[in-house]
């Protein structure tokens, strides 16, 4: 895999565009010269920026863990953009690009022989692009860009993040998820086994039940029951049939007592005819009342005349109402007074005529009054003998009512003796359909019983399975077989930075206090004193330069095992301040590993503020900073 081109466009101190070569560049030493603050000398400058912009298009992670928008060029403040050209190893040819602020652009593309890969989401293209160069950030850090300060060190790193990597390197990812899968399966099968045994467990206890019900007792206790109820049944008919006895001969009287009724409807009493008083009593009366009114009002009229004559002397003719002489007044009082005298005389002839006639009325009256006690007197004597006959006519009624209720009681009483002596002892076959139903639930268990030793079966075989992905199993296996690799590698490049003086070793596992093994990565690290004693510390013990030296070893033991077992062979390495926290003697010997390294890949860039061994590199490359931007300067062989 070759990283051939680095287009760069307003990223970090880079304004504007510019192009890095990275294929076939040899031993290059990257110098910075900050030119707009000399006492900064060359930091600042933008040399590590030329490689972080790799790193953040490739992998999509802002260096140093900034904010997003912080890689933007502030004077350009937007269309940040980098690409990188690669060649896989098969030949194919692909950019990866990645822009920020850029127009309606926002996040990675991906082509490979000129196909579109990218995809709609951005981590997915991201799994794309690691896919397709065979790693991801930890790797690219841990055997392409050892950065200054934004690098994961294999040797500094816990015992979970080395299993993580060198899972990732050795491409363990697989195991890991077989051996989920395993767990899930082992899991689904421990359960179907407790489930299966539950199952045969309810069954043998339902068995026992079943064997336990005492079905002898019953059936005597249900023909005991049959018997009781039938003497209740009988005992109710005898019962009812006494009741009978008296009700019979009550409800015989019915017919009779019909017959009575209807002959008493025609002997009801005959109410009296109303009368009235004779017409001509009544008119006769009706006229002497009116003389007498007619008498009475003559007499006060003329009286009240007369009265008027006394007291004035003068008056009116009654004839003709003329005024009239008191001669003629005299004569007319007379006649009046005899007129007065003539009604006043017949009034107690009228009087007695009308008592007359009360005395005919009321002898009428007394007369109906008679007649109409006399019916009453007939209609409560025909209502009392009603009454007693409808009582009687009830009571036969009632009685012959009973008796259907009661024969029909009887009749019930009887079909139920009937339907429980042929009834069959319902136990007799609730026996032989339990014996039939344990015979079942019995073949039943047989056949779970084989169900649970075929899953038990597979039970083991998952958990071999487990065992085998588990940290004693496969993984372990080749973490061992491939370790030692790795550890060849790292103590090759220790010696070699060391002077042969230091050597490690690695330990996969580690037993915890419970005895317990678990997959550890356990650095050992190893010295020969000047005694000839070998001494053995942990690897935070020993001072800055020397943990230096062995990290640096350890890291590129991992470079030259990823690319031992890569897909994809990796031609480009950079390091960032190789030299950093060394003595001269060790930094001779970091020129010296880089010489041998350069055999093994075709571009190694050092980037450091110290031209000190500028003699030793082919090339030198110089970011300059100037006028608040840094541009590239390059320059063949090992001077400027």
């Known amino acids: 895999?070759?990283?051939?081109?680095?287009?760069?466009?307003?990223?970090?101190?880079f304004n504007g565009e510019h192009e890095f070569g990275l294929d076939d560049r040899g031993l290059v030493l990257v110098l910075g010269e900050n030119q707009d603050e000399p006492r900064a000398n060359a930091n600042g400058a933008g040399k590590s920026t030329l490689f972080e912009a790799l790193d953040w298009c490739i992998t999509g992670e802002v260096p140093r863990g900034d904010h997003a928008d912080s890689i933007i060029n502030e004077i350009a403040g937007k269309d940040c953009a980098v690409s990188v050209a690669v060649v896989s190893d098969t030949g194919e040819s692909g950019e990866i690009a990645r822009y920020r602020k850029f127009g309606k652009k926002n996040g990675p593309t991906f082509t490979v022989a000129g196909v579109d890969k990218t995809a709609l989401d951005a981590s997915e293209t991201q799994k794309r692009i690691d896919e397709w160069l065979g790693l991801d950030r930890d790797i690219f850090h841990a055997s392409i860009f050892f950065a200054q300060g934004d690098t994961w060190r294999f040797a500094d790193g816990t015992d979970a993040e080395r299993v993580s990597v060198l899972?990732?390197?050795?491409?363990?990812?697989?195991?890991?998820?077989?051996?989920?899968?395993?767990?899930?399966?082992?899991?689904?099968?421990?359960?179907?086994?407790?489930?299966?045994?539950?199952?045969?467990?309810?069954?043998?206890?339902?068995?026992?039940?079943?064997?336990?019900?005492?079905?002898?007792?019953?059936?005597?206790?249900?023909?005991?029951?049959?018997?009781?109820?039938?003497?209740?049944?009988?005992?109710?008919?005898?019962?009812?049939?006494?009741?009978?006895?008296?009700?019979?001969?009550?409800?015989?009287?019915?017919?009779?007592?019909?017959?009575?009724?209807?002959?008493m409807a025609a002997q009801a009493p005959v109410a009296p005819p109303r009368l009235s008083l004779p017409e001509d009593l009544l008119r006769s009366e009706a006229h002497t009342q009116q003389e007498m009114r007619v008498c009475d009002q003559t007499v006060r009229s003329l009286r009240a005349e007369l009265a008027e004559f006394s007291r004035t002397g003068m008056g009116r003719c009654p004839k003709c109402r003329q005024q009239v002489s008191v001669e003629h007044l005299q004569d007319e009082i007379k006649k009046m007074q005899v007129e007065i005298d003539a009604h006043e005389n017949a009034l107690p002839r009228l009087t007695a005529k009308l008592a007359e006639y009360a005395e005919q009325e009321a002898r009428f009256r007394k007369g109906q009054a008679e007649a109409d006690r006399q019916y009453k007197e007939a209609v409560r004597a025909y209502n009392d003998q009603r009454d007693q006959l409808g009582r009687a006519l009830d009571q036969a009624r009632n009685a012959s009512a009973q008796c259907v209720v009661i024969n029909g009681s009887m009749q019930n009483a009887e079909k139920q003796i009937v339907s429980l002596q042929a009834e069959q002892n319902p136990f007799?076959?609730?026996?032989?359909?339990?014996?039939?139903?344990?015979?079942?639930?019995?073949?039943?268990?047989?056949?779970?019983?084989?169900?649970?030793?075929?899953?038990?079966?597979?039970?083991?075989?998952?958990?071999?399975?487990?065992?085998?992905?588990?940290p004693k199993g496969l993984k372990n296996y080749i973490l061992d077989t491939r370790l030692q690799e790795m550890t060849d590698a790292a103590n090759h490049w220790i010696k070699l930075l060391t002077g042969g003086t230091f050597w490690i070793r690695f330990e996969t596992q580690t037993k915890g206090r419970s005895g317990s093994l678990s997959n550890?990565?356990?650095?050992?690290?190893?010295?020969y004193a000047k005694d000839g004693r070998v001494v053995e510390r942990n690897y935070k013990s020993w001072s800055g330069g020397q943990k230096a030296r062995v990290s640096m070893g350890i890291d590129f033991g991992l470079s030259r095992l990823v690319a031992a077992r890569a897909t994809n062979k990796h031609s480009l390495l950079i390091l960032d301040e190789a030299f950093k926290h060394l003595d001269r003697a060790g930094k001779e010997a970091v020129v010296e590993m880089l010489h041998e390294l350069q055999k093994e890949k075709s571009s190694v860039f050092v980037i450091d503020h110290d031209s000190e061994f500028q003699a030793a590199f082919e090339n030198v490359v110089t970011v300059q900073y100037k006028n608040q931007r840094s541009n590239i300067k390059e320059a063949c062989g090992g001077s400027q």
Do not use: C, H
């Open 167 to 263: 899972t990732r390197v050795l491409q363990l990812g697989e195991i890991d998820a077989w051996l989920e899968k395993a767990k899930g399966l082992a899991a689904t099968t421990r359960a179907e086994t407790e489930k299966k045994q539950a199952a045969l467990d309810r069954l043998a206890a339902e068995i026992g039940a079943l064997e336990r019900v005492d079905l002898k007792k019953q059936s005597d206790d249900w023909e005991l029951w049959r018997s009781g109820k039938i003497s209740e049944l009988q005992s109710q008919i005898a019962g009812l049939k006494n009741q009978l006895a008296g009700l019979y001969d009550l409800s015989a009287t019915l017919p009779r007592l019909d017959a009575r009724w209807t002959a």
């Open 428 to 470: 007799q076959k609730k026996q032989a359909e339990m014996l039939d139903q344990i015979a079942a639930l019995r073949r039943q268990g047989e056949q779970g019983g084989r169900e649970l030793d075929e899953i038990m079966d597979r039970e083991g075989r998952i958990e071999f399975w487990v065992e085998a992905f588990g």
């Open 520 to 527: 550890k990565i356990n650095i050992r690290v190893f010295q």
């Open 1 to 13: 895999m070759k990283f051939q081109k680095l287009k760069i466009q307003n990223y970090g101190s």
